[in-house]
């Protein structure tokens, strides 16, 4: 009877214990909602040469799953970083960059707590932006870059009240850029480059008030540049080169009290050079391509300083301003093929300067063109 009990016994507490350790184990795995999504949004892809899926086995996808992170405490999956060009040890031993086909699987939008999502530079990853992606109300990143997804962006795209980052440079998205976009509050970095964006910005871009880098070249956008970019006073970096953009440049640019960066080469730009962009705190100018007419302000000072200043291939006339000599710097300066006349400034920092600086205008003279 004693031995039959405490077998008995024994056989209980086995059980219980196979209980709890189960239990502890389910407690600390990823949810079986969170897999299935993951084996989903895998299902849609096919990734040839790395294997970078094969350590997706098992049933905790928290473990080891490679480019997969979770929330340490809710177990819940937070990023996928899943990136084509990398310095990860299987990369380096299969000697090349990654390639990956497919698309992005509606599923991954089951993933309610994820914070980023990186699938970048796998350049044959087709497809739309899941719509869904605005469900997901804690995204902070949305880096898809160099891929070949196409289709709009979500027109709801600004429901992502977190979002810092959206990438989608060097794919082939098509369609305007969404108005709400300009409801992203904490937006900071804007990368659409090298795709088929057509329309215009939205006037109400100014809103962005938390962006550094607008990068917006390669596309189709035309229209004018909106007065309101100039709202943005942490932004840095403004890039619209080639584009279809037209009208005038806003005087206000000029007056950003950070923006260092401004290119808006290779569109049809007009009007006149406003004068406050040679006296800001910008110091890479690239203005070249356009249709831009009228002197070259006589407005530089000691706060004028230029990594890069190109001004070649518009229609600008009269000298080469003297006050350029009272400028701070400047590196690099192109104003060739325009309708400068008279004499280049005997500047120190122009010495540097070749020739092909300042060919094909109406009648430059001085070093390094032929003397006056």
């Not at 600390?28 to 909602?33: F, I, K, R």
């Not at 990956?100 to 044959?124: E, Q, Y």
């Amino acid at each position: 009877m004693g031995s039959n009990t405490s077998y008995t016994t024994t056989l209980l507490i086995t059980a219980v214990l196979v209980l709890v350790i189960g239990t502890a184990v389910n407690v600390n795995a990823c949810p079986p909602s969170d897999r299935a999504a993951l084996l989903a949004f895998k299902a849609a892809l096919h990734e040839p040469y790395l294997g970078i899926f094969k350590s997706w086995t098992g049933n905790d996808c928290c473990n080891k799953w490679y480019g997969v992170s979770c929330d340490p405490v809710t177990k819940r999956v937070a990023d996928i970083n899943l990136r084509g060009e990398s310095e990860d040890p299987i990369f380096q031993r299969a000697h090349r960059t990654g390639y990956m086909n497919g698309s992005i699987s509606p599923a991954i939008c089951n993933l309610k707590r994820l914070s980023s999502v990186i699938i970048a530079d796998w350049k044959g990853i087709s497809g739309r932006i899941p719509k869904c992606i605005t469900s997901l109300p804690f995204l902070r990143i949305l880096d898809l870059i160099g891929n070949r997804i196409s289709g709009e962006i979500p027109f709801d795209i600004g429901k992502l009240k977190r979002l810092s980052v959206l990438n989608v440079a060097d794919n082939r998205i098509s369609g305007r850029m969404p108005r709400s976009i300009a409801n992203l509050q904490s937006l900071m970095h804007l990368d659409l480059r090298n795709n088929l964006i057509s329309g215009t910005i939205p006037i109400n871009f100014g809103k962005l008030r938390m962006l550094s880098r607008a990068l917006l070249s390669g596309n189709r956008i035309y229209g004018q540049i909106p007065y309101t970019i100039s709202y943005i006073y942490r932004l840095s970096d403004l890039d619209l080169s080639l584009n279809r953009i037209s009208g005038s440049i806003p005087e206000s640019l000029g007056k950003m009290a950070v923006l260092a960066t401004l290119n808006l080469d290779g569109n049809r730009i007009s009007g006149k050079l406003p004068a406050t962009l040679m006296n800001s705190s910008i110091s890479i100018l690239n203005l070249s391509r356009n249709a831009i007419e009228g002197n070259i302000p006589d407005v530089f000072g000691p706060r004028s300083y230029f990594m890069m200043m190109d001004l070649s291939h518009n229609n600008l006339k009269g000298p080469i301003p003297k006050s350029i000599a009272s400028a701070s710097y400047i590196g690099h300066l192109d104003l060739s093929y325009n309708h400068l006349c008279g004499a280049i400034p005997a500047v120190s920092w122009f010495e540097h300067l070749e020739a092909s600086s300042f060919v094909n205008n109406d009648c430059l003279c001085g070093k390094p063109l032929k003397s006056c």
